[in-house]
């Protein structure tokens, strides 16, 4: 029996209404998406260029050159020779920091080591919770630089470069794969200060972009006050009247840009958005009153105090948020003197975070997708300096890496018997940088930057990818 006409027009309005609403949210969920893969910071490579191991980067540095022989490096002989000469033929010709023209004397590891787990990895006996994950860990001892004093060896370890005004490294990684925050920056830098009082500025040049575009840039979290400047409105001034002003500055600044076609322009219109957007994630980001107790216990904090265990939480909520590059300086390493009892304030405040980094990582599967790496700009030298210290090394050291692609459980390469020289599996710190970036699915070669002329990577024309650390 046909259907009555009003019937049907009523089924025919039902079915469009439905129809349409359909493509309505579907709309509104489409735009949604668009937008927030617009707000995310892009990258130049529309894919890498090989599948990647690691998503993402936590580096950590010993701020002053921490000390390997009092930490990872053990030297028996080092030790048997102890208060004795050092060989000539170790040191002769061998660029010397402070101890220039000094008589120099053999100085033995000021602590004894200890091996842990299946492979026998061996560390400072101090550490009583590194030892936990010692399975997890790559230390590589055979790591060597080019600079022997501390803001240049800083420089070359972020930039591949002494020369100041290079893009750091974690710039160029942002630079080639973006980040997959869509209101925080891709590139993060958290500072802590040690308790020994050698706690050294570090310049806000090191994780500058360099001539690449402003966008890739490191952020600097504080530790007090607001994490970022002026991330707060001053009274009077609520957030619905300052997106009035942002939209009015936006406007003109995109009225103004086709004239001139300055990148600049356009980093400033994509930089004000974020730092809107920012108004609201950073003191989210920072508030771990939504940790649980037994989290915070793990890391040895009660909160976002600035110190080291709470930037490794915070660089692991960094990561959990799509941070393409998370840097950690931790600084009062840099030990002239005392250094017996100053490695054991930094170990104390190193060996419980690093292994709840580790641990709580995996809890959350992103272990295996991210890369940590824990260095200082440098070493510290086999001799003594005033009978209780080191002076600056730049021949041999080590670099702990840990997640993304690693090997674990692996000890590689050696400095010789006295720690002095890089002697066998040699990495240079360009050798880091592209193995680094393989891990992360890019060629070192192929990631370059026209500038003055030149294309421009951040191993320069050096640098290999350690494959005998891979996993």
């Known amino acids: 029996m046909p259907m009555p006409q009003l019937q049907q027009v009523r089924l025919l309005q039902r079915r469009t209404f439905l129809a349409q609403t359909c493509r309505g949210v579907g709309a509104v969920a489409l735009a949604s998406l668009l937008e927030r893969q617009a707000s995310a910071l892009p990258g130049v490579l529309r894919q890498p260029h090989h599948p ?74 101090l550490f009583v919770h590194l030892p936990q994950v010692a399975d997890d860990l790559c230390i590589v001892r ?114 103004y840009n086709p004239l001139v076609d300055d990148p600049e322009i356009a980093t400033r219109i994509e930089q004000y958005e974020l730092a809107f957007r920012m108004q609201m994630s950073i003191p989210e980001l920072m508030d771990l009153r939504d940790e649980p107790v037994q ?7 009660k909160g976002a105090d600035g110190s080291f265990a709470a930037n490794c939480l915070l660089a692991r909520r960094l990561a959990q948020r799509g941070v393409r590059f998370i840097q950690l300086y931790h600084r009062d390493w840099d030990h002239h003197g005392s250094i017996k009892p100053q490695i054991k304030l930094k170990i104390e405040e190193i060996d419980r975070p690093l292994a709840a980094l580790i641990k709580d990582l995996k809890r959350l599967g992103m272990f295996e997708e991210t890369l940590l790496v824990l260095t200082g700009e440098f070493g510290r030298t086999p001799m003594s300096q005033g009978g209780s210290g080191r002076d600056h090394h730049m021949k041999g050291f080590s670099v702990l890496l840990a997640g993304g692609g690693i090997k674990r459980g692996l000890t590689y390469g050696a400095t010789d018997e006295f720690g002095y020289h890089a002697a066998e599996n040699r990495m240079s710190v360009h050798d880091l940088h592209a ?32 494959r005998d650390i891979l996993a």
């Open 52 to 125: 990647p191991k690691a998503k993402r980067v936590i580096f950590m540095v010993m701020a002053g050159g921490a000390s390997h022989l009092e930490l990872f490096d053990n030297k028996p002989e080092l030790a048997r020779r102890h208060g004795q000469p050092m060989p000539e033929s170790i040191t002769k010709g061998q660029p010397i920091a402070q101890l220039q023209g000094a008589k120099l004397i053999c100085f033995a590891p000021q602590w004894g080591f200890k091996k842990h787990g299946q492979a026998g990895i061996e560390m400072n006996e």
């Open 142 to 255: 055979s790591l060597y630089t080019e600079a022997i004093n501390h803001d240049p060896a800083h420089t070359f370890m972020n930039t591949g470069s002494t020369v100041s005004g290079r893009p750091s490294m974690g710039s160029w990684i942002t630079y080639g794969l973006g980040s997959e925050s869509d209101n925080l920056p891709g590139f993060v830098v958290l500072t802590s200060n040690g308790r020994g009082g050698q706690n050294q500025p570090i310049a806000s040049r090191q994780w500058s972009a360099g001539f690449l575009p402003g966008k890739y840039q490191g952020v600097h979290l504080r530790s007090q006050g607001d994490p970022v400047l002026y991330l707060t409105n001053p009274p009077g001034v609520d957030r619905p009247r300052q997106r009035d002003v942002l939209d009015a500055v936006q406007q003109l600044n995109r009225r």
């Open 295 to 301: 989290i915070l216990e793990m890391y040895g904090t």
């Open 435 to 466: 193995t680094m970036l393989h891990l992360l699915g890019i060629d070192h070669e192929r990631l370059t930057y026209r500038f003055q002329g030149r294309d421009y990577r951040l191993t320069d024309v050096h640098g290999r990818i350690v």
